[in-house]
């Protein structure tokens, strides 16, 4: 097989599985037996009338079973159809008869390739013998052939849409998936850190300094308060738009940093620039992206004594650099702070590096579109 027929041959059934059956059905099938019944009633001049309506009836219930079993609910109706008009030595005449087509839009929107290509040449078959049988007339002959392309295009044209459809809300929720991971990566690591941190002064001076142990107490409260207070405005985006929100992170909360400084290494925060100018999804970026550098570096940075945090804000980008003093290490495999720290920056048009400094120590250097992501 070429490769376009292959892909259609080896194309699965429509996804998301369609439902098994509705309230419309019923309906449907009911209309379907009362059209089938009134139009044998009022049409006297077509012949076999009232044997085309009772297999017109007979057939209706292939309407509950067309979504879970197009390719079989179709070939039943044109095999029963077919030798029927063979036995009667006619066609339909009945309009009813035009249910057959929800058959067939049911068979491109729900079938997987195979029943497609089977059930099309179905159709094409029972047309041909239709004609050889019959002798139609040519308008009559081009006039079905359009309903029946027209009906299969219809339902490809549905089945591919809500195809599409679906894949782009599985990016959505892949997309928010990340982006609730970053946050809470950022969020909760950062805070972890801070408490871990100062737990291990604490047990170290907990026996020759009672008041330096009480103080790295109070600053683990606080570390812990700030955390269970960011975790619950998370947990309220996730409940809804009623949910009380906190105001989003800018860039002069980056000097909030500062405060963590209960343990070493110790922060130091610098802000040039006006921090209001940014928009608020950079001013965002940034102090995610500063958080989490001087978690890494709280917990990484071997020696290290100050961590220096430098904000520039200029007219066109706003450039973080995070730096430590400590010994200077070889790259580490990227984790999820280091992702993150890059997606972040990349969703805005931006860039983040971290590595090595020649100065010594390690670097994290985030350079961002000052309006990025401003409607």
Known sequence: MTSPVRALWDAPAAAPAPPRRVWRDGVLLGAVIVLAVVEASLRPEVPWRWVWAVVLVALAPTLLWRRQRPF??????????TAVGLVTDGDPQLITTAYFLILLYALFRWGSGRAMVVGGALVVAGTLLTVLTSAPGPADVVGGIAVAVATSTLGLAIRWRRGARARELEQVRVLEREQLARDLHDTVAHHVSAIAIQAQAGSAVAATNPRATAEVLEAIEAEASRTLREMRAMVGVLRGPDAALAPTPGLADIRSLEATDAAS??????????????SAPVAAAAFRIAQEAVT?????????????????????????????????????????????MRERAAMLGGACTAGPDAR????????????????
Do not use: C, K
Not at 360 to 375: D, K, S
């Open 72 to 81: 079989t609910m179709l070939a039943i109706a044109i095999a029963v159809g």
């Open 265 to 278: 290494p110790r922060v130091f925060v610098r802000l040039d620039g006006d921090p209001g100018s940014a």
């Open 296 to 340: 890494n570096a709280r917990r990484h940075a071997r020696g290290a004594s100050r961590i220096d945090v430098t904000v520039q804000v200029d007219p066109a980008e706003v450039r973080l650099e995070v730096h430590d003093d400590g010994e200077a290490t070889a790259p580490a495999p990227a984790g999820y702070g280091l992702t993150g």
């Open 360 to 375: 010594g120590g390690w670097t994290v250097t985030a350079t961002l579109p000052r309006q990025g992501g401003a409607a």
